[in-house]
């Protein structure tokens, strides 16, 4: 079983940025996507961005032109860049990965213990 570990979380003024990272305790080449998701308070986790092990990517429309994920096979890690932050972004932040895409926000997946972003006004 592959342990996903998050870091780079904190607090942050809106309009800033921060970067989250996810390394695996093993080789990422069995996960065919990575990505991550969010779960504000009171509301249900959500998907934000994903990437493929061809690098391929996909981003919630909230999160479209501002968040940026990116994977780095020879260091087992997956990063989210995130800039230009709201506080609408303030959420615990999950890495996910999957071994076929339709296990990706599943229990089937792998999943990280999350780390919290917290976006102020």
């Known amino acids: 079983q592959v342990q996903l570990v998050e870091s780079g979380g904190g607090l942050v003024q809106a309009g800033g940025s921060l970067r989250l990272s996810c390394a695996a305790s093993g080789s990422i080449f069995r996960f065919i996507v990575m990505g991550w998701y969010r779960q504000a308070p009171g509301k249900e986790r959500e998907l934000v961005a994903t990437?493929?092990?061809?690098?391929?990517?996909n981003y919630a429309d909230s999160v479209k032109g501002r968040f940026t994920v990116s994977r780095d096979n020879a260091k087992n890690t997956v990063y989210l860049q995130m800039n230009t932050l709201k506080p609408e972004d303030t959420a615990v932040y999950y890495c996910?990965?999957?071994?076929?895409?339709?296990?990706?926000?599943?229990?089937?997946?792998?999943w990280g213990q999350g780390t919290q972003v917290t976006v102020s006004s």
């Open positions: 990437i493929t092990i061809d690098g391929s990517t």
């Open positions: 996910n990965a999957g071994s076929t895409a339709g296990s990706m926000g599943t229990s089937r997946s792998s």
